[in-house]
T-cell receptor, first 113, second 109 residues
Framework: GAVVSQHPSWVICKSGTSVKIECRSL??????MFWYRQFPKQSLMLMAT?????????EQGVEKDKFLINHASLTLSTLTVTSAHPEDSSFYICSAEAGDTQYFGPGTRLTVL | DAKTTQPPSMDCAEGRAANLPCNHSTISGNEYVYWYRQIHSQGPQYIIHGLKNNETNEMASLIITEDRKSSTLILPHATLRDTAVYYC??????????FGTGTRLQVFP
């Protein structure tokens, strides 16, 4: 199957700092990638749809100025959590579309102190 | 909201078949049934998907009823490594995936 990677796999930062998470499709090109967030013991919640060469589409309730998404190439999308606070601590997961199927990255665990 | 209903949890003995049901009574004609699983602290893993015909791959089989209102994922010989949360999702392949709460499958020795 198609492979999606994320970097870093985990990050710890101080409150008020910004954190960038990368999502790469390793063996295919993806015009569309998705970003999800998962809190402990909960299901995945879609945050935004990232489209190569255009602006991301955010789900209701997700602050676009706080969660900056850039899809600069057909194999890379980045999510930047700006001015992170403890309530942003979560498991962030990306996915990329290959054909009619989404393939997910391994996730990035963000802890904000 | 998720368009599917799944039992919250199931148990299965190692080596036996695990049959995971999913109800999707409001599925539209152009929507596929997708199955993913998530092992603790990992990203979801794609398993299988189908439109109306039954499907089989190296991981599992997907049985979709003729009216398409429900489906069953079959893991033919469950192993301890199949312990995970299994998500059934309906989506037309241009749509975002909306995850429900899934079924927590526990495979025991």
């Amino acid at each position: 199957g198609a492979v999606v990677s994320q970097h870093p796999s985990w990050v710890i930062c101080k409150s008020g700092t910004s954190v960038k998470i990368e999502c790469r499709s390793l063996d295919f090109q993806a015009t569309t990638m998705f970003w999800y967030r998962q809190f402990p013991k909960q299901s995945l919640m879609l945050m935004a749809t990232s489209n190569e060469g255009s602006k991301a589409t955010y789900e209701q309730g997700v602050e676009k100025d706080k969660f900056l998404i850039n899809h600069a190439s057909l194999t890379l999308s980045t999510l930047t959590v700006t001015s992170a606070h403890p309530e942003d601590s979560s498991f962030y997961i990306c996915s990329a579309e290959a054909g009619d199927t989404q393939y997910f990255g391994p996730g990035t665990r963000l802890t904000v102190l | 909201d998720a368009k599917t209903t799944q039992p919250p949890s199931m148990d299965c003995a190692e080596g036996r078949a695990a049959n995971l049901p999913c109800n999707h009574s409001t599925i539209s004609g152009n929507e596929y049934v997708y199955w993913y699983r998530q092992i603790h602290s990992q990203g979801p893993q794609y398993i299988i998907h189908g439109l109306k015909n039954n499907e089989t791959n190296e991981m599992a089989s997907l049985i979709i009823t003729e009216d398409r209102k429900s489906s069953t994922l079959i893991l033919p010989h469950a192993t301890l490594r199949d312990t995970a949360v299994y998500y059934c999702i309906v989506s037309n392949n241009t749509d975002k995936l909306i995850f429900g709460t899934g079924t927590r499958l526990q495979v025991f020795p």
